[in-house]
């Protein structure tokens, strides 16, 4: 047994993701001004990455069999052997408790939204995970959860922008993750997930293409409100759209030419050109 095996159980790797409870501190443009608020922000990123890593311990306990014979996944510590279940369980017993707790003594608003984060994600699971549609916009659900509590720690009101631009960047990238499981089912005939019934690659091409427009579409008009030009004090904000239909354009590429999709986190920590869009856009 290696400490190594115990990391990639807890998949470190996407807290990545839970950065997102910092958007609506950047979005109001107070990230460098309010600093308790940001400390509050950093806390209730750690109560979101030790929930979500106890989720993902219980999906992989309950992923074990199917994950075996998907050509990536069987080599997760608990489908692989390497992480007993006895093991897995008394992870999941301290991660939960940790992640949740220490959101109830930030703010009970806050502690609300990461247990119901936690219980939709046991439903998903459990069987949510297993309906068409119903898989992807949970997805996209937990990421605004994330807004949600970042928000409410940092004293931040949520914008309609930020809220209807999160679900449709969580919903794009959920779409174009169960592309790359069609794609294995048609390769090896596997089916890594029931919910790949509902779905084939004209309706996911096709989905992919619908949701990238209104990403750009939304993102250009958040650009142009007086919300965003008064938050950022600055009336070219819209400038900064060229990021972001750069960064689609290369995510559709990584999607649909070289079929690498399954993992968003993945893409983000290994592409240097998703990375630097994502930098130009902070920047500018």
């Given amino acids: 047994m290696m400490i190594s095996d115990y990391i990639r159980l807890i998949r470190s790797y996407q807290w990545i993701k839970n950065l997102f409870v910092f958007l609506p501190l950047f979005f109001a443009g107070k990230m460098l001004e309010d600093e308790k608020a940001l400390q509050d922000v950093m806390l209730i990123f750690f109560s979101f990455s030790f929930t979500a890593s106890g989720m993902y311990v219980l999906n992989d306990y309950l992923d074990r069999e199917a994950d075996r014979q998907h050509p990536e996944k069987q080599s997760r510590p608990i489908a692989s ?4 279940v006895t093991e897995a369980f008394i992870f999941i017993a301290l991660l939960l408790p940790i992640g949740i707790g220490s959101a109830f003594l930030l703010d009970t608003q806050a502690g609300f939204i990461v247990l119901a984060y936690c219980v939709m ?5 459990l069987k949510l995970k297993h309906v068409p549609i119903l898989d992807i916009s949970i997805i996209a ?5 994330r807004i949600y509590a970042g928000g409410i720690v940092a004293d931040v009101a949520l914008s309609r922008w930020i809220i209807i631009m999160t679900f449709l960047l969580a919903l794009f990238m959920a779409i174009a993750k169960r592309r790359e499981d069609v794609l294995i089912f048609h390769a090896s005939g596997n089916k890594v997930r029931k919910s790949i019934d509902g779905y084939n690659l004209e309706f996911i091409n096709t989905s992919l293409a619908v949701m990238s427009a209104v990403i750009i579409v939304a993102y250009i008009m958040y650009t142009l409100s007086d919300d965003a030009m008064h938050s950022m004090q600055n009336p070219n904000i819209y400038m900064t759209t060229i990021f972001v239909i750069v960064g689609i354009l290369r995510y559709l590429q990584i999607t649909m030419v070289e079929n690498k999709s399954g993992s968003p986190t993945k893409i983000l920590l290994k592409d240097r050109f998703i990375q630097l869009t994502v930098l130009g856009w902070i920047i500018a």
């Fill in 81 to 84: 052997g390497k992480v007993s």
């Fill in 141 to 145: 659900i937990g990421f605004l959860l």
């Fill in 121 to 125: 994600n046991i439903a998903y699971s």
